[in-house]
Nanobody, 125 residues
Framework: QVQLVESGGGLVQAGGSLRLSCAASGRTFSSYAMAWFRQAPGKERDFVAGMSRSGSITPYADSVKGRFTISRDNAKNTVYLQMDSLRPEETAVYYC??????????????????WGQGTQVTVSS
C-alpha cells in the first residue's frame, strides 16, 4: 500500500506561482512512475505532468508546457510540481498519483494505482 499526501495548494493571483509537493510512503518510491492530475468542478480529471521511474521521460499537457515543471527527490520520497504563470482556468483540485507497474501510457489516469487526497489550487483573476 502506498499513501500519497499532497501539500502546497492555495490561493494565488493570475500570473503567480505555486509549488505543490506530494510525499509518498514506502521504501520503493524510486520504482514508481509519478504524475499530477487536476480536476475542476464539473469536469473530468485531466493529466497535467508525469515522470517515469528514471526521470528521463516527463510528458506534459500541452496547456502547461513551458510553465509547469515536474521533479522528484527520491531521497525524500517526494514529487513536486512547480507551477508558474498560473491562469484562472487552472483553478482545480490537484492530485498526485503513483504507478507501481508499467501498463499504460503515463498520460492516462488508468496507469496509476494510488492517488492522493488532492490539494486545492485557486487562481484569482
Amino acid at each position: 500500500q502506498v499513501q500519497l499526501v499532497e501539500s502546497g495548494g492555495g490561493l494565488v493571483q493570475a500570473g503567480g506561482s505555486l509549488r505543490l509537493s506530494c510525499a509518498a510512503s514506502g521504501r520503493t518510491f524510486s520504482s514508481y512512475a509519478m504524475a499530477w492530475f487536476r480536476q475542476a468542478p464539473g469536469k473530468e480529471r485531466d493529466f497535467v505532468a508525469g515522470m517515469s521511474r528514471s526521470g528521463s521521460i516527463t510528458p506534459y499537457a500541452d496547456s502547461v508546457k513551458g510553465r509547469f515543471t515536474i521533479s522528484r527527490d527520491n531521497a525524500k520520497n517526494t514529487v513536486y510540481l512547480q507551477m508558474d504563470s498560473l491562469r484562472p482556468e487552472e483553478t482545480a483540485v490537484y492530485y498526485c498519483a503513483a504507478e507501481v507497474q508499467s501498463r499504460w501510457p503515463l498520460t492516462t489516469s488508468r496507469a496509476y494505482d494510488y492517488w492522493g487526497q488532492g490539494t486545492q489550487v485557486t487562481v484569482s483573476s
